[in-house]
């Protein structure tokens, strides 16, 4: 079977977590939380929960390890570069069962494109938790999400879920 045949069965709506991760946004100036939400249900997909915490990896890793019921994904936005507050993708790595190193290394290219030479601070990455919660860790940058959602994620999530659960 191949990769088309692959995503002809893989349609369909998903359900997701979306989380803000920030120590100063609020749902109303989450703009990208915001954003994530809304080409979710755009594309068809349903929001299950929606959450801003800050960023504190137990907080993150606790989110991961209980998603609301009917989300058989999560998008994490925000933490993801190098500062000393960035724990997001410490947090992340670490409740992935499998990573999907090709997210971050793509996501980073198609960055590139964007903003040149600084992408290589983006630890964007993703993967597939053990109970099989498809994890994506994104900047939360409204380009940057426009650009993982749309290039992305979206392209992808109902496939990425459909090859986690068999």
Same mark, same amino acid.
């Given at each position: 079977?191949?990769?088309?045949?692959?995503?002809?069965?893989? $349609?369909? /709506?998903?359900?997701?977590?979306?989380?803000?991760?920030?120590?100063?946004?609020?749902?109303?100036?989450?703009?990208?939380? !915001?954003?994530?939400?809304?080409?979710?249900?755009?594309?068809?997909?349903a929001?299950?929960?929606?959450?801003?915490? /800050?960023?504190?990896?137990?907080?993150?890793?606790k989110a991961?390890?209980?998603?609301?019921?009917?989300?058989?994904?999560?998008?994490?936005?925000?933490?993801?570069?190098?500062?000393?507050?960035?724990?997001?993708?410490?947090?992340? $790595?670490?409740?992935?069962?499998?990573?999907? /190193?090709?997210f971050?290394?793509?996501?980073?290219?198609?960055?590139?494109?964007? &903003?040149?030479?600084a992408?290589?601070m983006?630890r964007?990455?993703?993967?597939?938790t053990?109970?099989?919660?498809?994890?994506?860790?994104?900047?939360g940058?409204?380009?940057?999400? $426009?650009? !993982?959602?749309?290039?992305?994620?979206?392209?992808?999530?109902?496939? &990425?879920?459909?090859?986690?659960? $068999?």
């Amino acid at each position: 079977m191949g990769h088309k045949d692959h995503k002809e069965k893989a $349609r369909g /709506p998903v359900g997701v977590f979306v989380v803000t991760v920030s120590d100063t946004r609020t749902e109303e100036t989450d703009e990208s939380g !915001a954003l994530i939400k809304a080409l979710l249900t755009e594309t068809g997909h349903a929001v299950s929960e929606y959450k801003i915490l /800050p960023d504190e990896p137990s907080l993150i890793a606790k989110a991961l390890a209980a998603p609301p019921t009917g989300a058989s994904a999560a998008i994490v936005n925000g933490g993801t570069g190098i500062s000393k507050r960035d724990s997001t993708f410490d947090a992340v $790595r670490s409740a992935l069962a499998k990573e999907l /190193p090709g997210f971050g290394e793509l996501f980073r290219s198609l960055s590139y494109e964007q &903003i040149g030479a600084a992408a290589i601070m983006s630890r964007a990455t993703a993967g597939i938790t053990a109970s099989g919660l498809a994890v994506f860790s994104i900047p939360g940058s409204v380009n940057a999400v $426009r650009l !993982a959602m749309e290039k992305i994620i979206l392209p992808e999530l109902s496939h &990425i879920v459909w090859e986690a659960g $068999r």
